[in-house]
């Protein structure tokens, strides 16, 4: 399980959209509640009334704002995506990474399995998301992650060609998944 976090864009009617300058967002005002089904109606009600009385933050949950700094914070990592996947049909799958906000190295990889269940070279991506289509003679996929966060909590270290890699200390996780494919062996 994964914490809940806001995410704000913005999105145009145009396909090729384009800013012109810097953007700021302004929040009037953030809204959370663990009630289930409330109109939005109801919640202007609510914020309505919170700001006739002059009441600027209200905890509606009933769970701490605040967690304890001062334990190791715990890095995770996982790859959403489908068990299965049908022959010919494409299929994603992507790295999540928690929490967010940090700056991380992380390595995806996958190896295609064969008509016999064998596992071919791996194959890196340099990206979150993964599509790949089945094709006959296939049985499947593997798939790991790795992550390790850049800065916490020892910093970084310079490697002897000079690129800069997090200390082997830092906060890591990894992840792997097996995923089979519908096009027989």
Known sequence: RFPMAAAFSLHWPEAEGRLDGTVTLEADWAYHTPVVGLSVEEVLQQVELLREQEIHRANTTGAPL??????????????????????????????????????????????????????????????PHLTLTPVPGQTGLELEAATQDLWAPHGTRTLENGWTAPHPDNHAASAQRTVGFDCGG
């Open 66 to 127: 605040f967690e304890p700094r001062g334990e190791p914070e715990q890095l995770a990592v996982r790859i959403e995506g489908p068990e299965r996947a049908a022959c010919g049909q494409p299929a994603e799958w992507t790295v999540r990474l928690w929490p967010g906000g940090g700056r991380y190295v992380t390595t995806y990889r996958y190896r295609v399995l064969d008509g016999e269940g064998r596992p071919g070279a791996w194959t890196t991506v340099y990206a």
